[in-house]
């Protein structure tokens, strides 16, 4: 366990990046667990008086049209946003897992099928798909949730399907069954637990999709409903300003949602270093 | 100008790792002149390719020479620029590497890659580049030379890529050509035309040779002088007959000892000191032992290719019997479906007189008959879930196969088995790439005998391994057989350990059998062609086969 | 010979495979676009006097008043006869308005994939040859900051920027400036098409038209390509057959682009699709923003609208688009790998 | 590639390729930027006839420089701009109208020398097809007809060379004015009918992307949802002075973004783009490259809609409470920033005008609205819904906002819904949303007009589904009323069950805000909302 750590550390060490990535990610957990503690102003509360400030002492990233106080706001959206993106990605790595997996494994006319499913789905264009069901199910967060958790699934079928396709063959596998271990067993016991660093980095870099593809939704009116605080329609709303000068609408959201994704494909590269077998010694 | 072709002075070579800098050559010197062969043998990590690669200054990124020097005709390689570098490259010294299909660019047409070598040390045009190329390919013996010209390293065999690599080392007309592992993992047939043309041609050119290898029977067979390493150093250097002959160093011993030969015993192969850790033997009882495994015209296609064909034969309780054959032949799918791992095409498999062939292998699982066969794989690195610790791994039928079984029964269990397979209880929390190769092979044999099987089916258990880890294997397998009444169903290419490990021997080809019959008889009267020629081609270091060779290396 | 042979069969064989998958995409998006709350004819009888029997007449006009099954079947065989149905909102056949704007799509898309191959081959080639390096952090960094800005932020930001402020770039509204005659319909592609005529005035007008939406385009792909790159190059320069290469003496060059490269080009080649057809389908925004007549702007409107022909023509196109990328692929990696067997 | 060219030079297209190259080398096809029109508009322009169904709101301005209509209202100075005059009708295709003394019959004359961009003279016969197209054809029309009682092929009769008549069987207010509007165009009936088929006798296929008109301008080329290009019809004589527009062509170009398109106009790469977002105004008026034309729409409204035929909201006190507990001044300022005319606030017990579309007493007082909602038996409050369009969302995302913030001080949970415009309009139809955002114009100003789209009937407009049995009854009888006195006296009923009932709260009149460049002038509002090119020119 210990040499885990030290790889760890070796990993961040040679490449800081992933270190201030990581951080990074800390930082939003605490702001997304203790945000209702850490804001200064109510995040929802309006005064029409106050709208289009720039940003002050009083109101640090500005405030918008109905005089909300925007930092007060992005940090708000940091609970919904993540949460957005985490069960997005949870729904579609544990559904794709599962149905990749089982069919990597089984190969055969299940592996035929589910191979053909998948090709349906990914000849579709996703993100049409996702705004199509976001139209039919209605804007509400569990249904955009759905939505981006349904484009991706076809990635995560595929990814875990070549993964375990790649080990099915090995001798560990081989052994699992020499030590009368069912199919099922053997795939969800020791195929799916070898395959999950593998997985980890296509879920971290998932997670900055999800919320790109959440504020690309609420951008074109098919995403979260305001007034909720949430970065991409904080984004949509403000873009209707970056005209009229009021550049901390869009700015400061905008950041918000560029440094999360960022920290999200940062660690997920760093992930790729540190689950990396080559690199371990 | 020295009339040493190449001169290795205290060559000291280190890897920066994470873990600070690993010292991989530590001090060595050696010189060869025109036309000489030098082999240079050692087990894995002995640091004889460093030694290769820091002479071609091919080491990768985290590799240095700290210090020493490499001369080539008195010239200091150490001085040269990199581009003077790369001119030598190919026009002086040259490599043959292990492993020749990944060796050749899999996109490029073969005869292109040679012309590639030809274009990067002179100006020739392209009808004259590709007159030299077909002409090369000649010289390596190769007959169709347009057809493979253009032809793909996927599109040729094994055998015929390491020539296409021989042709591409030759082709500038190189003083020195080092070859490292040359025909590790070709079969021994091949192997024996590959360093047979390998040899005539630089004996042809008056090339020098360095032979890099593991196997001390190559070096033997095709060198005249031999450097023993270990750990960096070069323990011992000599001509071949003083190092074989008369080995003074101890490691020399004990690598020569452990070598299988033609007439060698298991207990030959360790030395006195470390076969004390086993149990004595117990004496060993085979006649009249119950029949336990009869396969009856086995048949396997695979989409129509047929890789085992109406294959029949019996295992008697506690008997060994060894399956021998090159790739391809089959044996290791006859493996899988004895160990009802794999489902059969056709024909009968009774265990105890039970027919096990008829249930399908996906539900053979939960057969009671599954306790009962298990099976030791080729590979100890890929046989053992990398999540699992040593411990994990063993318990792992005993979960499954044994349920119900109380914590500390497993423990117990858990602890036996390791502690007969010579396994330390320490390791036990170690995950596999914590462990050495020799670790995980006692691992996977721990795993196979926690059930106490009765028939252990052991699918090539040392062909990973190093010598002396294989000797100890060996060693450690023929016990577990003679205390615990096992029975082996043994599979090997490795005609030298199935003879000293198995009672009786089935020999493959193509998925049929050529031959079969008690071992001492297959290996001293071979009946078929086949056999004859396997077994002629195995090399050996002892000189009673050193005299069998047909064409003789000029020194 | 044999390579073409091996890849015409291989493409025939692909072509068919292809089919459930088409017939899949049309079943599944009618039955999406149906279950789509909004009533087409309610929206479009929007007229201030309109009332329930214009609507009924609108349904009956669209033929919404059948049963869906009766609908799909229909469907089905318009599609099979080329009919793609009618578009409400631009009065237009479907098939007619895609045609149209295909090329407009396409010209965008590839553009924007040039741009981002020309980049993000050398950027990730120069990280692969110093793994570790500033210059491999560098080209990461850059990388994630192209993906992780939205496209729709990203085109507002180079809009105000390159239009609104510095009044560099030609003003979003499209593929041909407001002033320029479009060139004869020869492929579609303007920049083709003014080439063919030797229009280059409107040639270099249609460039710089082109230039913004494409860059947006192509920041967002670049990540994806130049990891790609970097970690196939890593992969082909740590290859046993780059270091014979290297010990025939091989120069540094060849020993790179004409062993490595070309070799780490295969895994490229096949993103290289999965993000064109990405790209086809996922430029809603940058055509919404930029103005840009696409199918993807256009779908978007009819799927706001709830006009059903033009979203399934567009998801149809697309997934035809999707088949024909990944047979060119194929056909590329046969003709790049002759390992590619006949399967 | 040359190949292919020469490929396709052999083929049958060569000859219209030809064609094209010479045409693309003119020097004329790029005309100067001085006589040309520029305008930037968000949406898309589905068809060349107006009453096509599925025609785009977009689309009835255009046919208004493409087609000329019997009728045309005048426009008379604003504070700001043009404004068009419903009180002043003037002929445009027709030269007089004689209107009979019992009001039932009216002569049109056609104008002399009049033609058909194709040169032809405009007939009394096409005129006579026209409107009985108009009452048959399945069009937007028929029910435009309906309002003026015009109903039937046999109220239209050619009366002589170029008179016509149309009989009505009662008087009606609406009877001319109804012919002024978009929906009705005047074709050239030779064209169109040579484009009729049998299962199409009036052509509607082919004139929805071919025009057959003779007005202003007649259309270059039309790229449904990208662009559509007019050129000017210099045989034109029916405006108002007989003098021609002065713009040569006018370039109609679709860029979504609402910003894009204000600094179009503000670079002076366009001329003109409508309905600017209110956000945009103040930063465009502080730069003043472009001039903004804040005039008030006056025959339009926005407001807050209910459902009253379903729990809440069909408890007027509920409907009163709500109305009680809006923050108008608020919404006024943060969603469309001052820019506009309040049509809340006032303080009558008694409506003061006769109109329709007047400021309504409806006032924020909190303590007012839970008194209300007790008085329902509300008091512990209610969970409901606000739903708008995500067309509107730029006005409404801040409204809604503030409405959820505001009702709940009364306990009420607001849910905020935004929905595509199809799936809005469905269940707005349906009676399936709650408490929603509203608009609408009426192209009409007449007040029976405006409460018989909007506070009656089954259809769309009526978005509350009110369904006042008085109501059908007054429209009715105002329609017919020809005494001023007595129509006034009616409308002031239908204003007072409106306040009682509060359907829908009135919030404002929007601004048209109209973005132009500094240079052009004569801009006129008109009902319909979209640009009519013949009024402008360049200074």
């Known amino acids: 366990m210990s040499a885990t750590v030290q790889h760890v550390v070796w990993t961040i060490r040679a490449n800081p990046v992933t270190g201030v990535a990581a951080a990074g990610l800390a930082v939003l957990l605490v702001l997304a667990v203790f945000g209702p503690w850490l804001q200064p102003h109510d995040p929802l509360a309006s005064n029409v008086s106050m709208a289009l400030l720039p940003p002050s002492s009083q109101y640090w990233a500005g405030t918008d049209q109905l005089g909300r106080d925007i930092f007060s706001r992005l940090i708000a959206a940091t609970r919904l946003d993540l949460a957005i993106a985490a069960s997005a990605v949870s729904l579609s790595f544990l559904a794709g897992t599962f149905i990749g997996s089982i069919a990597g494994y089984m190969g055969g006319r299940l592996d035929r099928v589910v191979g053909s499913v998948v090709d349906v789905l990914m000849a579709f264009p996703l993100f049409v798909m996702a705004m199509a069901l976001v139209a039919v199910l209605g804007n509400r967060v569990e249904n955009i949730i759905l939505a981006t958790a349904f484009i991706n699934l076809p990635f995560y079928i595929r990814f875990s399907r070549a993964e375990v396709n790649a080990r099915r063959g090995l001798g560990w596998v081989e052994a699992a069954r020499a030590c009368g271990d069912s199919h099922l067993k053997i795939v969800l016991c020791s195929l799916v637990p070898n395959i999950l660093p593998a997985m980890a980095i296509q879920v971290s870099l998932n997670l900055g999709w999800a919320i790109l593809n959440a504020a690309g939704l609420s951008f074109l009116g098919l995403g979260i409903t305001a007034p909720t605080a949430e970065w991409g329609i904080m984004v949509a709303e403000g873009a209707r300003f970056i005209l009229s000068g009021h550049w901390w609408l869009v700015a400061f959201p905008g950041a918000a949602l560029m440094l999360t994704v960022l920290c999200f494909n940062l660690l997920g590269d760093g992930l790729r270093d540190i689950l990396d077998p080559r690199m371990r010694t | 100008m020295s009339e040493h072709l190449i001169s290795v002075t205290d060559l000291h070579v280190g890897f920066s790792t994470r873990r600070g800098a690993v010292k991989a050559v530590r001090g060595i010197s050696f010189e060869l002149v025109p036309g000489a062969t030098l082999g240079v043998v050692g087990e894995s990590g002995s640091g004889k390719s460093v030694t290769a690669y820091a002479i071609t200054r091919l080491l990768d990124r985290a590799g240095e020479i700290t210090s020493g020097q490499v001369s080539y005709f008195g010239r200091n390689l150490g001085s040269l620029t990199e581009a003077e570098m790369r001119r030598l490259r190919g026009s002086a010294i040259s490599m043959i590497f292990q492993n020749p299909r990944a060796a050749l660019n899999p996109i490029r047409c073969v005869g292109q890659q040679i012309a590639d070598a030809l274009n990067a040390h002179g100006r020739l045009t392209r009808a004259e580049q590709r007159e030299r190329t077909l002409q090369l390919l000649r010289d390596v013996m190769l007959t169709d030379v347009e057809r493979i010209f253009r032809s793909y390293p996927h599109e040729l065999s094994g055998g015929m890529c390491q020539r296409i690599m021989i042709a591409l080392a030759i082709a500038c007309e190189p003083k020195l050509l080092i070859a490292d592992e040359a025909t590790t993992g070709l079969d021994v047939t091949t192997q024996k035309v590959v360093m047979d043309l390998l040899s005539s041609l630089v004996a042809e050119r008056g090339m020098g040779l360095i032979l890099i290898t593991h196997d001390l029977g190559l070096a033997a067979r095709y060198c005249g002088e031999i450097a023993v390493m270990r750990e960096g150093q070069i323990v011992e250097k000599g001509a071949v007959d003083t190092i074989f002959g008369h080995p003074r160093h101890e490691y020399t011993k004990r690598l020569i000892a452990a070598s299988p030969t033609a007439d060698s015993t298991i207990e030959d192969l360790v030395p006195e000191g470390e076969a004390e850790r086993f149990a004595a033997p117990a004496p060993m009882k085979v006649s009249g032992a119950p029949l336990l495994l009869e396969v009856r015209n086995l048949s396997k296609n695979f989409s129509g290719f047929a890789a085992v064909s109406d294959v029949s034969f019996t295992l008697a309780a506690g008997e060994s019997l060894g399956l021998v054959g090159e790739s391809g032949s089959g044996k290791s799918t006859i493996s899988r479906i004895v160990t009802r791992l794999l489902d059969k095409t056709a024909g009968e498999i009774s265990f105890k007189g039970e027919s096990i062939g008829e249930v399908p292998a996906t539900r053979f699982n939960s057969h009671r008959a599954r306790r009962d066969i298990q099976i030791v794989f080729q590979d100890p690195h890929e046989s053992l879930n990398p999540r699992y610790t040593a411990f994990d791994s063993i318990a792992h039928p005993l979960r499954t196969l044994e349920k119900s079984l109380p914590r500390e029964e497993l423990n117990r269990r858990v602890r036996e088995c390791a502690d007969r397979v010579g396994f330390p209880a320490e390791l036990l929390t170690r995950f596999p790439h914590q462990l050495s190769g020799g670790q995980k092979a006692r691992i996977g044999i721990a795993r196979a005998i926690a059930t106490r099987p009765s028939l252990l089916v052991l699918d090539e258990p040392t062909a990973a391994l190093d010598v002396s880890v294989q000797a100890i294997v060996l060693r450690l397998l023929d016990n577990l057989r003679k205390e615990g009444g096992l029975a082996f169903l043994f599979v090997s290419h490795d005609l030298n350990v199935v003879r000293m490990l198995c009672d009786r021997v089935v020999v493959l080809q193509a998925g049929k059998v050529v031959e079969a019959g008690r071992a001492a008889d297959v290996f001293m009267k071979p009946t078929s062609e086949y056999t004859r020629t396997l077994l002629q081609a195995v090399p050996s270091f002892s000189f009673r086969a050193r005299a069998k060779v047909e064409s003789p290396v000029e020194i | 010979m044999r390579g073409i042979v091996r890849v015409s069969s291989r493409i025939a064989h692909r072509l068919l495979a292809s089919l459930p998958a088409l017939v899949g995409v049309l079943v599944f998006t009618f039955l999406l676009m149906r279950v789509l709350p909004g009533d087409p004819a309610v929206f479009f009888a929007s007229s201030p006097t309109a009332g329930p029997e214009e609507i009924q007449q609108i349904r009956v006009s669209m033929g919404l008043d059948r049963s869906i099954p009766e609908q799909l079947v229909l469907y089905l065989r318009d599609v099979l006869t080329g009919n793609l149905g009618r578009s409400m909102s631009t009065g237009q056949p479907v098939a007619t308005d895609l045609a149209q704007r295909l090329p407009a799509s396409l010209e965008l898309t590839l553009a924007a994939l040039v741009l981002a191959l020309a980049c993000a081959i050398p950027l990730g080639v120069m990280a692969a040859l110093r793994p570790g390096s500033a210059v491999d952090h560098g080209v990461r960094l850059l990388c994630s900051i192209g993906v992780c800005a939205p496209t729709f932020v990203c085109g507002l930001v180079l809009i105000y920027v390159f239009y609104v402020v510095l009044g560099i770039a030609p003003d979003p509204t499209g593929r041909i400036g407001a002033f320029d005659a479009p060139p004869p319909d020869i492929t579609g592609l303007l920049l083709v098409d003014y080439a063919l005529v030797g229009d280059f005035e409107s040639w270099l007008s249609a460039v710089s038209q082109l230039i913004l939406p494409a860059v947006t385009m192509a920041l967002f792909v670049l990540a994806p390509l130049a990891r790609m790159t970097r970690a196939s190059m890593l992969i082909a320069l740590g290859s046993d057959f780059i270091r014979t290469a290297r010990s025939v003496g091989l120069p540094p060059f060849k020993v790179i682009v004409g062993y490595g490269l070309r070799n780490a080009l295969l895994p490229i080649i096949t993103i290289t699709g999965v993000v064109f057809s990405t790209m086809l389908g996922a430029n809603v925004l940058v055509e919404k923003v930029f103005a840009w007549p696409g199918v993807g702007s256009y779908a978007l409107d009819a799927l706001v609208s709830s006009d059903y022909a033009p979203v399934q023509g567009f998801v149809l196109l697309m997934a035809m688009i999707f088949v024909v990328v990944n047979l060119t692929i194929d056909t590329l990696y046969g003709f790049a790998d002759p390992r590619v067997s006949l399967r | ?539």
């Not at chain 4, 094209?20 to 930037?40: C, D, F, G, V």
Request: charged share 25%; with cysteine; net charge neutral.
């Open chain 4, 1 to 539: 590639m040359r190949l292919h060219r020469r490929d396709y030079l052999r083929g049958a297209g060569g000859a219209a390729l030809s064609a094209l190259m010479a045409k693309h080398s003119n020097p004329a096809a790029a005309q100067s930027r001085a006589n040309t029109l520029r305008h930037i508009t968000g949406a898309t322009i589905s068809s060349l006839d107006p009453t096509f169904q599925g025609a785009t709101r977009e689309s009835l301005p255009l046919s208004v420089n493409i087609y000329d209509r019997l009728v045309s209202m005048g426009r008379r100075q604003g504070p700001h701009g043009f404004i068009f005059d419903a009180d002043n009708l003037r002929g445009e295709l027709a030269e007089r109208i004689d209107r009979s003394s019992d009001g039932l019959t009216f002569t049109f004359h056609i104008r002399e020398g009049a033609t058909w961009h194709d040169g032809s003279p405009v007939e009394v016969q096409d005129i006579k097809w026209s409107l009985d197209r108009a009452v048959t054809a399945r069009s937007f029309a028929k029910a435009q007809m309906a309002i003026g009682s015009q109903t039937s092929t046999d109220q239209f009769t050619v009366v002589g060379d170029r008179q016509l008549q149309i009989k009505l069987d009662r008087p009606n207010r609406l009877a001319l004015l109804t012919l002024s509007v978009p929906f009705l165009p005047m074709f050239n009936s030779k064209l169109a009918q040579r484009h009729a088929g049998s299962d199409d006798p009036w052509a509607i296929n082919w004139l929805k992307d071919n025009a057959a008109g003779g007005g202003a301008y007649s259309v270059e080329s039309n790229r449904p949802g990208q662009q559509v290009v007019l050129r000017r019809n210099d045989r034109w004589k029916n405006g108002p002075d007989g003098a021609l527009p002065f713009f040569q062509r006018i370039i109609i170009q679709t860029v979504p973004d609402v910003s894009a398109r204000v600094s179009l106009v503000e670079r002076g790469d366009a001329d003109l783009t409508l309905d600017a977002a209110a956000s945009d105004i103040p930063g465009i008026e502080q730069r003043g490259r472009a001039r903004v034309l804040p005039i008030t729409q006056t025959n339009a409204f926005q407001c807050v809609s209910f459902n009253v035929r379903t729990a809440p909201f069909d408890d007027v006190r509920v409907r009163k409470a709500v109305a009680a507990a809006l923050p108008y001044d608020d919404m006024f300022t943060a969603a469309i920033f001052g820019r506009g005319q309040p049509l809340y606030g006032a303080t009558w017990s008694e409506p003061p005008s006769p109109s329709v579309f007047q400021p309504m007493p409806n006032r924020t007082d909190l303590e007012k609205a839970r008194e209300l909602l007790r008085e329902a038996g509300r008091g512990g409050g209610f969970r409901t819904t606000f739903s708008y369009p995500s067309s509107a969302s730029a006005t409404v995302d801040p409204m809604a906002a503030l409405i959820k913030e505001s009702l709940a001080r009364l306990n009420i949970d607001v849910t905020v819904q935004k929905m595509p415009d199809a799936q809005f309009t469905t269940m707005l139809v349906e009676r399936r949303l709650a408490m929603f955002f509203d608009f609408g114009t009426s192209w009409l100003t007449p007040s029976d007009y405006i409460a018989s789209n909007f506070y009656s009937g089954p259809g769309r407009w009526n978005s509350s589904g009110w369904n006042n049995p008085e109501m059908p009854g007054l429209i009715e009888q105002a329609r017919y009323e020809t005494r001023q006195d007595a129509y006034d006296d009616t409308v002031m009923r239908m204003v007072r069950h409106i306040r009682d009932e509060v359907p829908v709260v009135l919030l404002w009149h929007p601004s048209h805000d109209a973005v132009v460049g500094r240079d052009i002038e004569g801009y006129t509002y008109w009902f319909h909302r979209g640009a009519d090119y013949r009024d402008l020119r360049r200074a």
